[in-house]
């Protein structure tokens, strides 16, 4: 099955955030999505209000949360409960126990709390290498250092307003259940850039 996914929002149970379960629902039918991973900032208080919410019965809802690691932003997905824990490295080990994945979210923004080269000394999955609200110098920095690593690359869109949601998606060809989503994820996927949602790319 084709999924469009967009791994990376927020709602506005991250307090950057004014994306309203409303206007994420508009959001995804404007944008073509099937699937959303709400990742919002060391919660899961949006994902749980999405869960609980009819309205999105129909979409493929992957549990997530960007953790807030003392290294650096991590994204978690596919944990109902998740390890939010200031050391990256509890994070990724009890993820990976747990049948999560890790992924290193605009890792080479240095306006934002990100890993940078710390990617490569820890066991993240996979690697943010196109976040809508990143310029193209730092998109290609990760692109550059994932292929390094040899780790598969992701888009975001990282939205914080309801313009950003879809900004950038992935095209996948699996199951439609979170596991397979996740173990999908971690092989090549299509990236589609559909706009930009943030500084120009």
């Known amino acids: 099955m084709r999924i469009v996914l967009d791994p990376h929002v927020h709602t506005n149970s991250s ?15 404007a944008a073509g999505m099937n699937a959303i991973a709400v990742t919002d900032h060391d919660t899961m208080e949006g994902y749980r209000r999405l869960m609980s919410n009819t309205a999105f019965r129909d ?10 690691t003392s290294l650096g932003d991590l994204i978690v997905l596919g944990l109902e409960n998740p390890p939010i ?19 290193a979210p605009h890792p080479f923004n240095g306006a934002r709390s990100s890993l940078g080269e710390k990617c490569g000394m820890l066991k ?29 690359g992701i888009g ?18 699996c199951e439609r259940d979170v596991k397979s989503v996740l173990e999908a994820l971690k092989k090549e996927v299509k990236i589609v850039v559909r706009q930009r949602s943030g500084s120009p790319m």
């Open 156 to 173: 975001g869109s990282d939205a914080h307003e309801r313009r950003q949601i879809g900004a950038v998606v992935n095209i996948l060809e």
């Open 124 to 152: 993240i999955d996979v690697i943010e290498t196109v976040n809508g609200k990143c310029k193209s110098d730092c998109n290609r920095q990760a692109k550059e250092f994932a292929a390094f690593l040899g780790l598969p």
């Open 15 to 29: 307090p950057d955030s004014t994306i309203t379960l409303n206007q994420l629902r508009e959001g995804m039918l």
């Open 59 to 68: 979409f493929i809802i992957i549990p997530g949360v960007e953790v807030s």
């Open 85 to 103: 824990n200031r050391d990256p490295e509890v994070v990724i080990e009890q993820t990976r126990r747990q049948g999560g994945i890790t992924v």
